[in-house]
């Protein structure tokens, strides 16, 4: 390494002519030169720059979300994910379709077929190791919507803040604050997704069990069974029926009103292998938390017996153990939520995540201008009179990346060498298991 150094910087001809022509220049100041005039270390300044970008997620298993509303298209690029694994660009179309917009009279009329390309990472059908890209076009704009906007701050809407962050915004659709931003994180869970089905049996369902004052019922799904059939049997996603119909109505009568309603999604994760999760600033609920708190519109975020728990006593609360019929630990209540410790128990992972109404309405609000006057602003363009029918996979996306990140950090660490089987589980299912999955 020295002589290549001393070669490239010094012009030797051989290493120990180099070293020694080094030496020499050692006892002599060197000339001004602008070639040689290197920083000493990198600047902290910069690396937090860097840092702060905000457009990724993941420390094994990373995902560069890219684009905008209104621009040439969206996507993500996918770093990290494992070799082998079977990908088409028609696995990632399901959750796309299921992401979005006009595909029902309960959201956006914007007409998109959101098709997607996988760019690079495949060959023969299979991830090659390399980072994966995901492209969709945007095709169906409508800049001029936006006039009065470009001027007039949407209330509630991330136009203000930012302005007030960069000084300046993509004012058609939106931009970056759009939730088409999000088409690169569906595309990415569902990589994550197999990744967790193929390995652990690990699967994730989401659903909406609340529109505005319309609340599915606790204990009316079934979490152990829930499928996505019953899910995406609706246009809510609800997976009761009744209750379905009711959400529908509680959204057609603020829509035909130009307003909007908000609503929850929870998400349910059955076969988590026990011990993902890092503590203490890595814990699982709290890396759960900031995927799904990234997600637009979303207000809150509950995992087990939420904010409910704090009304109990603790004899209440507390899950009490015992061994099954297979020898395993289990927990006779799941008022943790699957998470103990921030530490996965193999319990099944429950949380709810809340979705304030749609910012931008078609009926007239008090704002100011960018140029600070005050006005008054009726909305134009086509918006979700509620986000939370099509939030569903994004929620499901969002929770995978989180827990695949989540395994290969487990992985890394704690299975490096043999586990101990008197108190750990092998993070893999079994492989006759996996030879029946339906990838």
């Not at 002589?3 to 080094?22: I, N, P, V, Y």
């Not at 270390?41 to 702060?52: D, F, G, P």
Request: aromatic fraction near 6%.
């Amino acid at each position: 390494m020295a002589s290549s150094l001393t070669k490239h910087f010094l012009g030797a001809q051989s290493s120990s002519d180099g070293l020694a022509r080094l030496g020499s220049l050692q006892s002599q100041p060197l000339p001004p030169s602008r070639s040689l005039q290197l920083p000493a270390r990198r600047s902290s300044v910069k690396r937090l720059e860097i840092q702060a970008a905000g457009s990724t997620y993941g420390t094994y298993f990373r995902v560069t979300t890219f684009g905008e509303s209104h621009g040439g298209g969206v996507g993500c690029v996918i770093d990290g994910c494992p070799p082998r694994l079977p990908l088409s660009e028609a696995d990632m179309q399901v959750d796309l379709d299921r992401r979005r917009p006009g595909q029902s009279r309960i959201t956006t009329p914007r007409k998109e077929t959101d098709t997607c390309k996988i760019a690079s990472g495949t060959a023969d059908g299979f991830t090659t190791g390399s980072p994966i890209k995901v492209e969709v076009p945007n095709t169906d704009q409508r800049g001029n919507d936006y006039t009065e906007m470009s001027q007039a701050y949407r209330p509630s809407h991330a136009d203000a803040t930012y302005d007030f962050k960069y000084g300046v915004r993509s004012v058609q659709g939106g931009g970056r604050s759009s939730a088409r931003e999000t088409i690169g994180r569906v595309a990415a869970g569902v990589v994550a997704k197999k990744i967790l089905k193929l390995y652990a049996g690990t699967e994730i369902i989401a659903y909406v069990s609340q529109v505005h004052k319309v609340i599915l019922p606790e204990g009316l799904v079934d979490h152990e069974t829930v499928a996505l059939d019953q899910i995406e049997s609706n246009i809510v996603r609800c997976p009761d029926p009744e209750y379905a119909e009711k959400m529908i109505a509680a959204i057609d009568a603020v829509r035909v009103r130009g307003d909007s309603v908000g609503g929850v999604v929870t998400c349910i994760v059955r076969n988590v292998p026990r011990g993902l999760g890092s503590p203490v600033f890595d814990k699982l609920e709290a890396e759960l938390a900031k995927a799904a708190l990234s997600l637009p519109a979303t207000k809150g975020f509950e995992f087990g017996s939420g904010f409910a728990g704090t009304f109990m006593t603790g004899s209440e609360h507390n899950d009490e153990f015992y061994m099954d019929k297979d020898g395993r630990i289990r927990t006779k209540t799941n008022r943790s939520g699957g998470i103990q410790g921030g530490i996965s128990n193999g319990e099944i992972i429950n949380m709810r995540i809340g979705f304030k109404p749609t910012s931008t309405i078609s009926r007239k609000q008090n704002t100011v201008t960018r140029d600070k006057h005050d006005t008054e602003l009726i909305a134009r363009g086509r918006h979700d009179p509620c986000v939370v029918p099509r939030a569903v996979p994004m929620v499901e996306a969002a929770v995978a990346m989180v827990l695949v990140d989540q395994l290969m950090a487990q992985y890394a660490q704690c299975n490096l060498f043999p586990i101990n089987p008197a108190l750990q589980e092998p993070l893999e299912q079994p492989h006759d298991a996996q030879a029946k999955l339906n990838l």
